[in-house]
């Protein structure tokens, strides 16, 4: 399996916590590099790097409270980004309140959110099915991913005769 | 002469009247009749148009009018001497007011003609006439006169009393707030107290398990490696023993591994380089330079002993962290005792602190605790009082910044001060701060009753000591709580 430059990022402040959510998604990794960051700061730096280097974030899996910042806030801040406006956003949490997941909805365009403690099965297949959506709306060619994504999604795409570079 | 006359009336009016009431039945000129009413009969009715006046002569009247809310009250007492229906009589409008007979009343009926007649008479009786009006206006206005002075002292009254009741409804609505937020407080320490109960028999059951496991697995590793050529028991104690790396550095050796192992799988090189320095050393050495399907394969299997080494540190010190929040739950709500005993307050500090951690993750907490004797309390409501004072912190901080505890005692005392890097007490607030429903918070305090600090500062009176707040030299608030030895 050919390794893309399609990262996850995951974002959470506790090593074991951040432990498992890496080793959850490790079928994943075959083809999407997971990086890691324990603080919004060092997510930002993170983000900056690979993004210096061509990289590209499908999906960053943030955790609710950060040391010094919030989840929701931070999941907001990036999306401000134009380079990470495509990137699938999920809030991992335990104790989000209405007010602040209203708030990653409307302003971070969250596409998920996941309460703590999840199970793997389901934080396996919401990240597949967003990386799914994240290839079909940006990469020309969707074929790459069909072995570890959503093929049945990626078929009736090219199918249905959208994707341009299939052509 | 003049001038006396009506201090002769008010003297004694009933001598005049029967002067008056002797000429009028003596003469031939006048027209005017006694008259009797019995007890509830009426001399005149209000709003009737009245063409007589009566110089009462025996029994009391009562003069009374209807409000406008229906309701009849009564406006004075006519007594023998007064006129009865004199207004109406000489300004002929309809009656202010019904006047009725109190008691068995006689009375002389005089019409127009006989008070024009004694009003003009060139005799003493025009005298007498004149003295019994206005000796009764007199009496009249005295009447308006005390019943100023009395409707003033009434309101006053009536002021005070509300004054009083206003008081007393605020105090029993902040008696209510505060019993309301003792009730929800209890309730919530029975169920604390009931889930932290119920959450240690698992907790101790995960404990003994993963000890039995940490006995059982190097044997078990053991058998499955008898001549150690797999390293397994080394990779599992490496687990055992793994220590976190930051994580910048964690992917710097990520990366480093990278480029010197490109074949290998970028989720096999991230558990690989999560070992320790040492451990890493000794899994280049069996990795060799470059490491084929037999190597990697073998390096595979021996990963999942270093995991499992690491599974299970983190079973047991994830188990260790239930069991210490478990025990401060249990010791925070107190439940089961309820009652004064000898404490020593750090150790309620250090129950709060741990069950209020996810408030502080971002709030550096430094805790200067110098020795103090044991002090006599029920630890339930003073571990409230220190809940009340570091969430109050955090709230003034908004969770950043730097909280500082400390505790000290004399002879008499012994006080823990809890000082916070937020704005401090406005000083305009300084004297609010304690009552009941003062709060700055918005909409997003955790409470948001604004009881806190009054629940807390009746706590502490209870015990016989007091909460001082102040403004450190540094900015910030600090709250003291003084308990006596």
Redesign the interface.
Known sequence: METSDIYILCIEDEQEVLDAVVRDLEKLEEQFPVETATSAEEARSVIEKLLENGKKIGLILCDHILPGDNGVELLIELHKNEQLHASKKVLLTGQAGLEDTVKALNEAKLHHYIAKPWNKEDLMSVSVELLTDYVIEQEDDVLPFMGTLDAAKLSEFIRSGRNVSDS | MILNFAKNWLQDPTRITNQIARFLEQSDEYHAEFVTFEKGELFLKETDLNDSVFILLEGTVQLSKSTPNGRTIVIDWLRPGALVGLISFVTGEPALTSAMAESPCKALKLDEADFLKLQRSNSEIAQLGQQLIIGNLIDRYHHVVSVHVELESINETLQKERNHLQEALKQLEETQHRLVSQEKMATLGQLVAGIAHEINNPAAAMLRASDNLLEYLPKIIDEADPDKTHSYETFFRIGLKRK?R???Q??EKLREWEQIYPKL???LL?KIT?MNDEALEFVKKQLGNKPGTEQREQLENAILFYESGYFLK?LQS?TKRIGEIVSSLKNYSRQDKGQYEKTDLRDGLNDTLLLLS?RL??VDVILNFSDIPHVNVISGEINQVWTNLIINACDAMQD?GELVISCNHDDRFVWVSIRDSGPGIKPSLSNEIFKPTFTTKQKNSSFGLGLGLSISQQIVQKHGGQIKARNAEDGGAEFTVYLPL
């Open positions: 976190l930051n994580s910048d964690q992917r799988p970028r989720s991230r999560s983190n994830s996810n993750k971002k950043r």
